[in-house]
Nanobody, 125 residues
């Protein structure tokens, strides 16, 4: 499956952004999908993930209550709604997909086999 992330940009602290990840070349509902982020000098960090059918979601503590992950398997699309953005959220955001036959929601980046190209999110103070 190929993934294409979009929707990043520059926003002031407290603002909102909505990221999208369009999937192609595979059966989207066969994959758990998630978002990771990476800022300069830091390791790639788990943000959130959602199960194949969209029933189960998992969030990093740092974004819980501010970010919402969702998907539409009919549209082959994953979204990340980010509210209450903070300067600490500044990073390149990547969407990723994990082929699975279960309802698992992986949080480790090595579990994901397919990655999008990343989209930059910058939050100014």
């Amino acid at each position: 499956v190929q993934l294409q992330a979009s929707g990043g940009g520059l926003v002031q602290a407290g603002g909102s952004l909505r990221l999208s990840c369009a999937a192609s070349g595979g059966t989207f509902s066969d994959y758990a999908v998630g978002w990771f982020r990476q800022s300069p000098g830091k390791e790639r960090e788990f943000v959130c993930a959602i199960s194949r059918g969209g029933v189960r979601r998992h969030y990093a503590d740092s974004v819980k209550g501010r970010f919402t992950v969702s998907r539409d398997n009919a549209k082959n699309t994953l979204w990340l709604q980010m509210n209450g953005l903070k300067p600490a959220d500044t990073a390149v955001y990547y969407c990723a997909a994990d082929y699975t036959v279960t309802g698992a929601v992986p949080t480790e980046y090595m579990k994901y086999d397919y990655w999008g190209q990343g989209t930059q999110v910058t939050v100014s103070s």
